[in-house]
């Protein structure tokens, strides 16, 4: 059994938490299969329980990473360059915080650089980052907007996220085809429409 001590997590609305051991987590998920009516000690279930922490570990890898580091490195030389710079179709791989269930989708992003623009790969992990965590899909959209609008100043930015969740397409109404769409938009993107039109025609396009 394992003795580690419970370590501290930083988690999204910044207040610490302890973290319980891994052990303690093997057991919460015993508990779970036992109370859906299964024997966990059955040898087609024995292991699960480490499969379902390690898994639990991916997809939630997001607490303890830094979207700031991630654009804390950045290029002021653009050569004159003044439009948008878009990133689509960037998946999204994240959990609802209300069933702890997945949804699905994509996420499209685009900023016009002030005097800073940051590589276009950071920006995917920016994304990656926040997805990791529960939560539900406006608070993603709106960690993702206000990421870039801190670390890189620029002169606005664009959100589209698209996702599919489960908890609407395998319980409760059962509608299998139905996505969720949320947007946000700052600076110029807010304050000009034909720009954050063209934004969406090229996101969707």
């Known amino acids: 059994m394992s003795t580690s001590p419970a ?3 930083l988690v999204t609305d910044e207040t610490a938490v302890v973290r319980p051991s891994r052990e ?3 057991e919460a998920v015993r508990t779970l299969i ?3 009516g299964d024997n966990p000690q059955r040898p087609g279930l024995i292991d699960t329980p480490k499969r379902v922490v390690d898994a639990y570990a991916e997809w939630f890898d997001g607490y303890d990473a830094d979207a700031g580091k991630e654009l804390s490195r950045t290029f002021e030389d653009v050569t004159g ?3 948008m710079v878009i990133l689509r179709d960037i998946e999204i791989e994240s959990h609802c915080e209300h069933h702890m269930a997945p949804f699905l989708g994509k996420a499209y992003v685009a900023y016009l650089p002030g005097e800073k623009v940051v590589g276009i790969s950071k920006l995917a992990r920016v994304v990656e980052i ?9 608070t993603l959209t709106n960690d993702i907007i206000e990421a870039i609008e801190s670390h890189l100043q620029p002169r606005g930015v664009a959100v589209l996220v698209d996702a599919a969740h ?3 397409t395998t319980r409760g109404v059962h509608h299998r085809h139905v996505t969720t769409i949320t947007t946000r938009f700052t600076g110029a993107f ?9 934004f969406l025609k090229l996101a969707k396009g």
Do not use: G, I
Request: hydrophobic share 40%.
């Open 190 to 198: 807010k304050n000009d429409p034909a720009l954050a039109d063209r």
């Open 166 to 168: 489960q908890c609407m």
């Open 130 to 138: 926040f997805a990791r965590r529960l939560q539900n899909q406006e």
């Open 81 to 83: 360059y003044d439009d």
């Open 7 to 9: 370590k501290p997590v």
């Open 34 to 36: 036992a109370w859906a």
């Open 24 to 26: 303690q987590a093997l």
